[in-house]
């Protein structure tokens, strides 16, 4: 089976489908740029099912590659036969593969080891067959002894050592250990001595969970916690049942009582040689499967919160709360360029409540300011308060939100700000930031590692590579999908705008100071190192508002421009129904048509939009006054397999627990709730004054 074939049955892709992704892959074409700008080659595929094909279309070259090795190493110590290429042909994993070779390679059981060296192997053959009684088998091991092996126990002993090694090597006999352990196994879980009774681990402790049914939450809190010493784990299964079945199974009923001998060496080889592999394999899948989901739902937490709408046509003021250092204020125009700071200290300890609001209502009156953002960290209730009695003292038809400050201090002070804001302190950095995330998410969180965002679960105990590539790939797709201005947006957005790379984008915002700004899109070729690969794969994604051509502020790729006119100079774009019948004339595919109409009809559109809008404040809480039974308002900060976390403009945000969610039985908090949704009905169901905690419910 060649690399098509096998990709085939894989995707259920069309043979002339996986051909063309592959022929575009290898031309150097980006996964958004096939998935926006090749869709006739694609069948439509969409960004999603691009990247999950890149991911099996990577693994199955690994599994040929894999497998010719195998081969080559077989056939070469003279192991290859029909069977065992049949076997290998058929294998459809990495891990079947390796089951296949494993009796090939060199016995790390000594005891196995030995016995080989010790010529048993026609002994343990004589033993297997089961064609032999007792006294012949033992007579037959005389024939065996030597200096090494001097008792005829010895000898049969050492057989049994080759035999059980045999079957624990069967690939055949695995896969079915591992499918019993996958549905029956059970994993228990115990204290070692060091337990922390009133830890965070308190509820896992003398607790077992069966393996098909635990959550990935869960596993990974286990595994942290044996990490940390606090617990130990092993798998148990039934074992009689496991020999019941090889009596059945493995040794025919005719046999003679030889069969004894084997029975023996197949329960020595299960329980010292298989069942230990399997168990320890069967936590390092567990490990990778709850890893695999809680990148997935990392991955879904982040696609929400980027696609958080902006704030358009604003001049914003950034307010990073704080006590003693007071509260940083940075003030951002329409297109995101820092215009002016400030610090204010209304705040205890100082509370200077008229300094503080003469240096807000001059910043106001001077730049026209029409919002505000507050960050949700340290002081910011006290903060929110002092500017919603400043708005209705001075009656001020501004708007003011509480936003996630999360990230903005690894922001401030990444190279990333330092080289956009070279003279500005970290602290003021830290602002901008808290201003930008309202005017536009996206391009504010871009500039941040995700995994400092505070979304998602257990975030450092899953395989990082993995969780790296994950986010990176979702970024990277969003921003294409989404768009990005030429002339306003950071090198760091950019760089994930489809063929350009930190430093094109770099070398685009440096074109973009010396020319002031671009007015169409050709001129992206004047900016050093842009060539023809790069401008077909980025200039797309781009969008240039009030430039020489309305094209430009659109998804329309320079290279559809002609057909792009002929369309507006034959047709009357909002009147065309019979998409095929138009691309037919025009010599086109209708998906690219589509596609063209959509742009033409809604130019400069952001997908945005369609998705959470910013949520202004208009309420100041403190823990002390909560009780049960109020019923509040929030948005929704992180989701994880047992809830989310709901802010209600506290300092912690409140836990919406599963259970909470809906009246419907649910298997996931995500089947209801997304990133930055805003809540209404939230009802307080629990308080916990000590540890500042608050539980909520939406029934």
């Not at 020489?548 to 009147?575: C, M, V």
């Amino acid at each position: 089976m060649n690399l098509t074939q096998l990709l085939e049955q894989k995707t259920n892709l069309p043979i002339k489908v996986i051909e063309n992704i592959i022929k575009l892959l290898d031309e150097g074409c980006t996964i958004p740029f096939i998935a926006r700008y090749r869709k006739e080659f694609t069948n439509g595929a969409t960004d999603e099912q691009l990247r999950d094909f890149e991911e099996v279309y990577e693994y199955s070259k690994k599994l040929l590659a894999r497998k010719e090795e195998i081969k080559e190493i077989l056939k070469e110590r003279n192991f290859l036969d029909d069977k065992i290429e049949k076997n290998l042909n058929e294998a459809q994993t990495l891990q079947a593969l390796e089951d296949i070779y494993s009796p090939f390679k060199e016995k790390k059981s000594s005891r196995t080891s030995k016995a080989i060296e010790n010529g048993l192997e026609p002994l343990a053959n004589i033993i297997q067959s089961m064609r032999y009684n007792k006294e012949e088998c033992e007579q037959k091991a005389k024939q065996f002894l030597n200096e090494n092996i001097t008792t005829i126990d010895e000898a049969i002993n050492g057989a049994k050592d080759i035999i059980a090694q045999r079957y624990a090597d069967d690939f055949k006999s695995k896969e079915v250990l591992r499918n019993l352990i996958q549905n029956w196994g059970i994993l228990e879980i115990s204290a070692t001595k060091d337990f922390d009774k009133n830890g965070v681990y308190s509820n896992f402790a003398n607790t077992t969970e069966k393996i098909k049914y635990i959550k990935s939450h869960r596993v990974l809190a286990i595994l942290r916690a044996v990490n940390e010493k606090q617990l130990n784990i092993k798998i148990e299964i039934d074992e009689n049942y496991i020999l019941e079945n090889i009596k059945k199974y493995k040794i025919p009923s005719n046999a003679s009582s030889s069969k004894d001998f084997v029975f023996d060496a197949y329960k020595d080889g299960l329980k010292r040689l298989l069942l230990p592999a399997l168990k320890k394999e069967s936590i390092t899948n567990l490990k990778e499967k709850a890893s695999k989901e809680a990148i997935e739902l990392f991955g879904k937490n982040l696609k929400e919160l980027l696609l958080t709408a902006p704030l358009l046509n604003q001049i914003i003021l950034g307010i990073d709360p704080g006590y003693k250092t007071g509260c940083k204020l940075a003030v951002i125009d329409e297109n995101g360029l820092f215009l002016d700071s400030g610090v204010i200290y209304p705040t205890k300890p100082k509370e200077d409540f008229v300094n503080s609001t003469k240096i807000v209502l001059e910043l106001i009156k001077k730049y026209k300011i029409t919002s505000i953002a507050i960050g949700n960290g340290t002081a910011s209730r006290e903060t929110a308060s002092f500017i919603d009695e400043l708005i209705k003292k001075e009656n001020l038809s501004i708007n003011y939100a509480i936003v996630s400050e999360i990230g903005a201090s690894v922001y401030s002070a990444s190279k990333i700000a330092s080289l956009e804001y070279p003279n500005l302190d970290v602290t003021i950095r830290g602002a901008i930031s808290i201003a930008q995330r309202l005017r536009d998410p996206m391009a504010a969180l871009v500039k941040i590692d995700p995994k400092s965002l505070g979304i998602g679960q257990y975030q450092h105990d899953v395989n990082q590579k993995e969780l790296g590539q994950k986010l990176e790939n979702i970024t990277i797709d969003l921003v294409n999908k989404v768009g990005v201005d030429l002339n306003s947006a950071s090198y760091k957005l950019l760089s994930f705008i489809s063929g350009i790379s930190e430093k094109l984008a770099q070398n685009i915002v440096e074109h973009r100071e010396k020319i002031k700004k671009f007015s169409s899109k050709k001129e992206l070729l004047d900016v050093k190192r842009i060539g023809a690969k790069a401008y077909e794969q980025c200039v797309g994604f781009l969008r240039i508002k009030n430039g020489k051509s309305i094209l430009d502020n659109t998804a329309i790729h320079p290279e559809d421009y002609e057909l792009t006119s002929k369309l507006q100079k034959n047709y009357k774009i909002e009147e065309i129904k019979d998409f095929d019948k138009t691309a037919s004339e025009l010599n086109t595919s209708s998906l690219k048509l589509k596609d063209i109409v959509n742009e033409l009809l809604k130019p400069g559109y952001d997908v945005r939009f369609e998705f959470n809008q910013v949520k202004f404040s208009n309420d100041i809480l403190d823990i002390n006054d909560l009780k049960e039974g109020f019923v509040l308002s929030g948005i929704v900060r992180n989701i994880t397999d047992f809830g989310a976390f709901v802010d209600i403009g506290l300092k912690n945000d409140a836990l919406l627990h599963i259970s909470q969610i809906s009246e419907k039985r649910i298997s996931h908090p995500s089947e209801v709730l997304s990133i930055n949704q805003n809540l209404e009905n939230l009802k307080v169901i629990s308080i916990d004054l000590e540890k500042q905690r608050v539980g909520l419910s939406l029934k």
